[in-house]
C-alpha cells in the first residue's frame, strides 16, 4: 500500500459542536455567524477535500461556493439523521461530481497528445506544490474514475470510517470496501508502471 503523505487536519474544535454552529445558522440574526463557525471548523477539510476531486485551487474555490451555497439553502431541511459533517461532504462531494460531469459533457476530448486530461490539470495548477512521490500518487489517484476517487481520497486522506462514507453515497459497507480495494490496486500499478528514475 503507497504511504499517506498527508493525515487528514483533525476533525475537531471540541468545543465547537455541531448543535451550536447548526442553532446559529438557524437563528435569522446569527447566521452569519453560524456560517464562520462552520467554516472554521470544517472549511478547510471540505476545500481539500473538493481540490482533491475537481484538481485546480480555482475550481475548488468555485465548488466550494456553489456547496455553501447550497448549505445555505437547505440548512433547514437537515434532519441530524448523519452527523453535521457527514451532510456537508455528502453536498460537497454532489457538487464535485456533478462539476466533474458538467465539464465532461461540455468538452470534446483530445486523446491525441496522450497525456490525461485531469493529469493536464494537475500539472497546470500553479497552486499545486508536491515531492515527486505525492505527484505520482497524485497522477495515480487522477486516473481513477470519479465516484471511485472519490471514495478513495475520503478514506485515504481523511481516514473516514466507511459507517460515515455508506452516508455519503447511499451505498453499502461492502460496496465502498470492495471500491476502494480496486482503486488501491490502481494506483499501485500506476506507481509501479511510472516509477522514479
Given at each position: 500500500?503507497?504511504q499517506n503523505p498527508h493525515k487528514p487536519v483533525p476533525t475537531t474544535c471540541k468545543?465547537?459542536?455541531?448543535?451550536?454552529?447548526?442553532?446559529?445558522?438557524?437563528?435569522?440574526?446569527?447566521?452569519?455567524?453560524?456560517?464562520?463557525?462552520?467554516?472554521?471548523?470544517?472549511?478547510?477539510?471540505?476545500?481539500?477535500?473538493?481540490?482533491?476531486?475537481?484538481?485546480?485551487?480555482?475550481?475548488?474555490?468555485?465548488?466550494?461556493?456553489n456547496m455553501l451555497i447550497k448549505v445555505y439553502r437547505n440548512i433547514e431541511g437537515?434532519?441530524?439523521?448523519?452527523?453535521?459533517?457527514?451532510?456537508?461532504?455528502?453536498?460537497?462531494?454532489?457538487?464535485?461530481?456533478?462539476?466533474?460531469?458538467?465539464?465532461?459533457?461540455?468538452?470534446?476530448?483530445?486523446?491525441?497528445?496522450?497525456?490525461?486530461?485531469?493529469?493536464?490539470?494537475?500539472?497546470?495548477?500553479?497552486?499545486?506544490?508536491?515531492?515527486?512521490?505525492?505527484?505520482r500518487l497524485y497522477e495515480a489517484v487522477a486516473q481513477l474514475p470519479d465516484k471511485?476517487?472519490?471514495?478513495?481520497?475520503?478514506?485515504?486522506?481523511?481516514?473516514?470510517?466507511?459507517?460515515?462514507?455508506?452516508?455519503?453515497?447511499?451505498?453499502?459497507?461492502?460496496?465502498?470496501?470492495?471500491?476502494?480495494?480496486?482503486?488501491?490496486?490502481?494506483?499501485?500499478?500506476?506507481?509501479?508502471?511510472?516509477?522514479?528514475?
Open positions: 500500500m503507497v468545543r465547537t459542536s455541531d448543535e451550536h454552529i447548526l442553532s446559529l445558522l438557524r437563528a435569522e440574526h446569527t447566521v452569519e455567524e453560524g456560517f464562520r463557525l462552520l467554516l472554521r471548523t470544517y472549511g478547510e477539510r471540505l476545500y481539500w477535500h473538493i481540490r482533491r476531486l475537481v484538481l485546480t485551487h480555482e475550481d475548488a474555490d468555485d465548488v466550494l461556493q437537515f434532519e441530524g439523521k448523519s452527523r453535521l459533517y457527514t451532510w456537508l461532504y455528502r453536498i460537497a462531494t454532489n457538487e464535485a461530481l456533478s462539476f466533474l460531469e458538467n465539464r465532461r459533457r461540455q468538452q470534446t476530448i483530445s486523446v491525441e497528445d496522450g497525456e490525461n486530461p485531469r493529469i493536464q490539470r494537475l500539472h497546470s495548477d500553479p497552486y499545486f506544490d508536491a515531492d515527486e512521490l505525492q505527484r471511485q476517487r472519490a471514495v478513495f481520497n475520503l478514506r485515504y486522506f481523511e481516514e473516514m470510517p466507511y459507517e460515515e462514507m455508506s452516508h455519503i453515497f447511499d451505498t453499502s459497507v461492502g460496496a465502498l470496501k470492495a471500491s476502494f480495494h480496486h482503486a488501491v490496486k490502481k494506483i499501485e500499478t500506476y506507481i509501479r508502471n511510472h516509477n522514479m528514475h
